[in-house]
């Protein structure tokens, strides 16, 4: 079912009901790209003969971080 939503009084600007796709699209595509962009930050901090070396309290932080993030994100409304 759409609605109209008017910002302005001569235009109308018309809204559906089925957001809920659109925004799980949007989610996977910049949930992608920042782990993309994490990766990308880890391997180039690491030389070509170097090995990624993380410790179990790196992991961790970086974990509850992440928890910590996804937190906030549910918190908006």
Do not use: C
């Not at 799980?24 to 949930?31: F, K, P, S, T």
């Not at 309290?57 to 993030?69: E, I, N, R, V, W």
Request: hydrophobic share 45%; aromatic share 6%; no cysteine.
């Amino acid at each position: 079912m759409s609605k109209v939503v008017y910002a302005d009084k001569e235009k109308a600007i018309e809204t559906t009901d089925n957001w809920k796709p659109t925004v799980l699209a949007a989610g996977a595509v910049i949930g992608a790209a920042i782990g993309l962009g994490t990766a990308f930050l880890l391997i180039s901090r690491v030389g070509e003969d170097e090995k990624l070396e993380i410790s179990p309290s790196q992991g961790l932080k970086m974990g509850l971080a992440a928890l910590t993030f996804l937190r906030q994100i549910t918190q908006i409304r």
